[in-house]
């Protein structure tokens, strides 16, 4: 059964760099028949497709957020991680990460809150 | 962009109800449309991929139609477990998420 679990901090200042590791078990990141993904909610709303990561370091981004993500990945402890630079508080959200199997996300982290405020 | 906008944005039925919630699409996706379950403070639960393809493990009672621009995800008999919001999910450009439809107790 594969998991995911997010990690980092929840509260962080404006105009600094959000950075979320995602870790991944009981499946590899280096298989090639899977993306990993970042996705977040804003408090009451709908959800956001962040970008996401193939095995071979590929990654492809939300137009929208192209110029301040980057999503990257550790091989050897099974990590994909976010950093999304110049934060406001539009940026408080919670953050998934996510396994996609063709386009779909079929297992999901729980999530963690972050808050960005001064 | 592919803008995704569904309705109702709120929905009150009863136990057993039968129960559709739309989806549409700016522009044509073929079947490339997904739908997912969430209750609050949980992650998403993928229901339906490829507008009608039940995800492994998910009750038959769901289904999902429509190809296009217009789709529809149908709850044949509401159960008590289905009090949630849904939301459709495109996959034909990148991944872009519906507003969302909550399915509350009447």
């Known amino acids: 059964q594969v998991q995911l679990q997010e990690s980092g901090p929840g509260l962080v200042k404006p105009s600094q760099t959000l950075s979320l590791t995602c870790t991944v078990s009981?499946?590899?990141?280096?298989?090639?028949?899977?993306?990993w993904s970042w996705i977040r909610q804003h408090p009451g709303k709908g959800l956001e497709w962040l970008g996401y990561?193939?095995?071979?370091?590929?990654?492809y981004y939300s137009p929208s957020l192209k110029s301040r993500l980057i999503i990257s990945r550790d091989t050897s402890k099974n990590q994909f991680s976010l950093r999304l630079s110049s934060v406001t508080a539009a940026d408080t959200a919670v953050y998934y990460c996510g396994r996609v199997r063709n386009n779909v996300v079929d297992y999901w982290g729980q999530g963690t809150l972050v808050t960005v405020s001064s | 962009d592919i803008q995704m906008t569904q309705s109702p944005s709120t929905l009150s039925a009863s136990v057993g109800d039968r129960v559709t919630i739309t989806c549409r699409a700016s522009?044509?996706?073929?079947?490339?449309l997904a739908w997912y379950q969430q209750k609050p403070g949980k992650a998403p639960k993928l229901l339906v991929y490829?507008?009608?393809s039940l995800e492994s493990g998910v009750p038959s009672r769901f289904s999902g139609s429509g190809s296009g621009t217009e789709f529809t995800l149908t709850i044949t008999s509401l159960q008590p477990d289905d009090f949630a919001t849904y939301y459709c999910q495109q996959y034909n450009t990148y991944l872009t998420f519906g507003g969302g439809t909550r399915v509350e107790i009447k």
């Open positions: 009981g499946g590899s990141i280096s298989s090639g028949d899977y993306y």
């Open positions: 490829k507008a009608s």
């Open positions: 990561i193939y095995y071979s370091g590929s990654t």
């Open positions: 522009q044509s996706i073929g079947s490339w």
